[in-house]
């Protein structure tokens, strides 16, 4: 699923400030759509919403939710498209 | 000498053939230049011979080649294959051939799927066995022309345009290359107006846009924004050919996509997907996503969800 998901985001780069302290709030909420699209768009391909997700530029709170997200995904096992 | 020209037909509805005549008056000077040595839509040519005697599937050789349909079923294969053998010069007429078109929406279900709802479960059929006699057997799925024989040119459009066959066969009987097809969106050719101001909720299809009928199109608001579901961000401009503005939006309609992706590697879904979030358009409104996205482009693109 990489071409699909790199497409995505190719057209502008979502990277944007913390949502407590937004810059700009009228121009930076573009990552909350965006972000809503790939899991639907997760779900139209078959494949688990859960294996994208969105985190705030935090060290500790990222690696802590890497951490969860690679346990979450070893539970899920191997890709539906890779099984068949 | 005039060019030999065979012409046939797999899945799809006969509308491609009909934009053949629906070139008009300039018809008559490409005709003049054209022997038509095959066309199962115009003319008794048999492909076992005119009285059943040959063997194998016949088509005379030509110059030029026009296949319109996806590939459905054995026989269109073997068609195609003999096409590809007899033409010099192969062409994928409309949507269908080139992406697999509205017939290649049943991608998304497997063969024994759509026979079951087709024959038995539907509610207005007869519970029936599925024909099985003197018919050729249906492939795994429904393929665009390319997949099965190598194509030299593409004139998509669901109809395509009478302006651009008329266009490929002069430029074939003159010993040019037939014009290649835009690398553009339909939403850079389009001259409505963008505000840029985001909308929220999405229009039903039969809802009427806001327009002033005889005013210049460049007066009416994109359709997209005024929340009316228009795929011209995710597909190939060219419909509007000399005019240069799109068919459709023409129309006041939006655009449905039937001149195929941007690209032979575009994923229709996620151009829409990013297209709708940008401008505020929660893409949940929209039901049946996948099919509504490649609704032409299902060759290729579509295939049944994996089971879990």
């Known amino acids: ?84 | 000498m005039a060019a030999r020209l065979a012409e046939e037909w797999f899945a799809i509805c006969g509308g491609c053939e009909v934009t053949i005549l629906d070139i008009g008056e300039p018809l008559i000077d490409v005709l003049k230049q054209v022997e038509i040595v095959h066309m199962p839509v115009l003319m008794d040519h048999k492909l076992f011979g005119q009285t059943g005697e040959g063997t194998e599937m016949e088509i005379p050789a030509a110059d030029v080649g026009l296949i319109s349909g996806g590939i459905r079923s054995e026989e269109h294969k073997k068609l195609a294959l003999e096409m590809r053998k007899k033409c010099k010069i192969l062409i994928s007429l409309g949507s269908c051939a080139c992406f697999g078109g509205i017939p290649a929406l049943a991608n998304q279900y497997s063969t024994e799927e759509m026979l079951e709802k087709v024959y038995r479960d539907s509610v207005t059929t007869e519970k029936n066995g599925l024909p099985h006699e003197q018919i050729p057997a249906l492939t795994d799925r429904v393929y665009a022309l390319h997949e099965v024989v190598k194509v030299d040119a593409y004139l998509p459009g669901c109809p395509t345009t009478p302006e651009m066959v008329a266009g490929a066969l002069v430029a074939l009987i003159e010993g040019k290359p037939v014009p290649v097809l835009a690398s553009k969106s339909v939403c850079d050719e389009c001259p409505t107006k963008r505000e840029k101001k985001a909308v929220s909720t999405l229009k039903g299809h039969l809802d009427p846009p806001e327009f002033k009928f005889g005013a210049p199109l460049s007066e009416m608001r994109c359709l997209m924004e005024q929340g009316i579901l228009c795929l011209g961000p995710a597909t190939r401009a060219g419909c509007g050919g000399k005019d240069g503005n799109p068919r459709c939006i023409r129309a006041y309609m939006p655009c449905e996509g039937c001149f195929g992706p941007l690209s032979e590697k575009a994923n229709p879904m996620v151009d829409m997907m990013g297209a709708l979030s940008s401008i505020g358009l929660d893409p949940k409104q929209i039901p049946d996503r996948s099919a509504t996205f490649n609704r032409f482009a299902g060759a290729g693109r579509l295939r049944p969800l994996p089971r879990r």
């Open chain 1, 1 to 84: 699923m990489e071409v699909p998901l790199t497409a995505a985001w190719k057209d502008s780069p979502s990277l944007e400030c913390h949502p407590v302290h937004r810059h700009s709030l009228d121009d930076s909420l573009r990552v909350d759509p965006r972000a809503h699209s790939i899991h639907l768009m997760l779900e139209d391909f078959g494949l688990e919403p859960e294996c994208f997700r969105v985190s705030a530029p935090e060290g500790s709170r990222f690696a802590h939710m890497v951490t969860e997200m690679a346990e979450q995904i070893r539970k899920l096992g191997p890709g539906p498209y890779r099984t068949q």
